[in-house]
């Protein structure tokens, strides 16, 4: 790799955490000040469920668009071409990297379960919460949590995060603590509030350290795990829909 190439990656990498975090800031204060603006909104269901789903929209939409423009070379001048040279060989890694999430989960929260721990993540709770709000509030959750938070998630952690880490903890550094980092996002609103919020961190783990895999050996091509990513969401939305 030359040093203009490397540069722009790096340069790229810091961009699209700063992104990230910036936009996470002005999330909170917004959500905030919904509350405040709407102070009915704790007490109606229907109402901070089409609130809550129509912000995380707006949040992963706008993201989705910004990073998309920001790494527009990276993502469809590069990454767009390894990913369809060989469709085969790029969908048969997406369906091991969405068969690996599920085999992952699946002994994870078959073990907890055995050892007497009930396992209710946070972010499955609120996707469910957000059914209460209707056909806005499900049309919202399906096109944020199935399609732009996979793929704003995926060039946050798998990308931008990983390239920062493994500069400085090599390969198994970032397999691993880009998966913690994924884990713990999905966990963060229940930090101080749950006892069960760092066991229910696991499963985010397992999925993180699988996607990465499957990433790792596709040959860090992104649209790898953004879509192993969205098809896993899609499911678990499937089987939330089902069963509510």
Excluded: C
Excluded at 125 to 132: I, K, V
Excluded at 140 to 152: D, H, K, Q, S
Excluded at 201 to 223: C, E, N, R, T, V
């Amino acid at each position: 790799m030359s040093d203009n190439v490397e540069k722009n990656e790096r340069r790229l990498d810091k961009r699209i955490l700063i992104i990230y975090l910036l936009s996470f800031v002005v999330l909170q204060v917004v959500a905030l000040t919904a509350t405040l603006l709407i102070p009915d909104m704790q007490e109606d269901a229907v109402l901070f469920a089409r609130v809550l789903s129509i912000l995380n929209l707006l949040w992963y939409g706008g993201l989705t668009v910004i990073l998309f423009k920001v790494a527009r070379i990276y993502l469809f001048k590069n990454q767009w071409i390894y990913f369809t040279q060989d469709i085969p060989r790029s969908i048969g890694l997406v369906a091991i990297g969405f068969g690996a999430v599920l085999a992952a989960n699946a002994i994870i929260n078959v073990t907890l379960m055995q050892m007497g721990l009930d396992v209710d993540p946070e972010n499955q709770a609120a996707l469910e919460g957000l059914l209460e709000g209707g056909p806005i509030a499900i049309a919202a959750l399906i096109l944020f949590a199935g399609i732009f938070a996979p793929i704003v998630e995926e060039l946050v952690f798998r990308k931008g995060l990983w390239d920062i880490i493994e500069r400085f903890a090599g390969l198994v550094g970032a397999i691993v603590l880009n998966s913690l980092a994924f884990g713990l996002i999905h966990i963060l609103a229940d930090l101080g509030t749950d006892s069960m919020a760092w066991v229910n961190m696991i499963p985010y783990f397992a999925m993180g350290l699988m996607i990465s895999l499957i990433y790792y050996f596709s040959g860090k091509i992104i649209f790898v795990p953004i879509f192993v990513h969205i098809v896993y969401n899609m499911f678990a939305l499937l089987a939330i829909f089902l069963i509510f």
